[in-house]
């Protein structure tokens, strides 16, 4: 069953109108969390809203938005004047233009969503629109409200449905000149070339996130069994950084390295598992004890902390 979507509306391509549901295309839920506990007692860490200058917590109907001008003078904002000025795209996603997918700077892209229509009604002007993007081979430019805020997104067919990628303004990415500026204009031989495309060539592959694999959270998962089992943690030694002296002899050290690793049998990419709801397949009962409780086999979500006064 599809998550529940994130946002419901209409899709228009001038005239041609249909209702449509957005969900979000990538999740993070599968990844273990921690919650934050008092040391002392094990107890989780509660989150509470409190007055920055009493102290005191604050009930939700008594908090309000606001823009602050200079230190402690802000500008109160209600919900009621934000929907005040609620634009069209609050509930309808009008495509301006269209453009070629090598145009947009990979810098813009935020997340991804899917699209789809919503309901049974609407899926021929939908099909419409679907099968003109991809006809043309275009990435329609559209926007929309998510989160109140006014995102633009970037749509385009995927098998039956659309993605439709957020895209960032300009003034949220940064100019590269200040990052880029101080490194060395450095001559870059022939020769050196030559070793570096033939260490490309021997690595050379197709992209297949199937061969991915997350050793972060595989090592995390090995972390929690060792400490439910109660055995001791051995510290891994981590890999160091040396400096290249001989950078010709380096590059040529790493054409025989990947020649060799070319040669290897390739072992059989690991197929990602797909955690039951609520649980963590890989978090397995220790051996000669009796399984977790249901309750100690829920996946935790992230605790918080007091905010500070």
Not at 19 to 39: C, D, G, M
Request: aromatic share 6%.
């Amino acid at each position: 069953m599809a998550p529940r979507a994130n946002w419901k509306g209409f899709l228009r391509l001038s005239l041609v109108t249909c209702p449509v549901a957005l969900y979000p295309a990538t999740s993070e839920s599968e990844k273990i969390s921690f919650n934050q506990l008092n040391r002392q007692t094990g107890h989780r860490i509660k989150y509470l809203k409190v007055d920055a200058d009493t102290g005191d917590e604050v009930p939700n109907e008594d908090i309000v938005k606001g823009y602050q001008l200079e230190k402690d003078q802000f500008i109160e904002v209600t919900k009621e004047e934000l929907e005040e000025i609620a634009l069209e795209s609050t509930r309808t996603i009008e495509i301006d233009e269209f453009v070629d997918r090598s145009e947009i700077d990979p810098r813009y892209l935020i997340r991804p969503y899917y699209l789809r229509p919503d309901g049974k009604v609407g899926h021929d002007a939908f099909a419409v629109i679907r099968e003109t993007i991809r006809e043309m081979d275009k990435v329609a430019i559209g926007r929309l409200v998510l989160t109140n805020r006014e995102h633009i997104i970037a749509l385009e067919p995927r098998d039956k449905g659309l993605i439709g990628t957020l895209l960032r303004y300009p003034y949220e990415v940064r100019e590269p000149a200040e990052y880029f500026d101080e490194i060395q204009d450095v001559k870059v031989t022939k020769d050196m070339l030559d070793l570096a495309r033939h260490i490309v060539n021997q690595k050379a592959g197709r992209f297949d996130p199937e061969k991915f694999e997350d050793h972060y959270e595989t090592a995390l998962v090995d972390l929690i069994n060792l400490k439910r089992a109660g055995k001791p943690i051995t510290p891994k030694e981590r890999p160091r950084g040396e400096n290249v002296v001989d950078l010709m002899d380096a590059l040529r050290k790493s054409v025989g390295g990947a020649a060799a690793e070319a040669k290897a049998p390739k072992k059989p990419a690991k197929k990602a598992k797909k955690a039951a709801a609520g649980q963590k397949e890989m978090l397995m009962p220790i051996e000669g004890k009796k399984p977790a409780k249901a309750a100690d086999a829920k996946k935790p979500t992230t605790g918080s902390r007091r905010r500070s006064a």
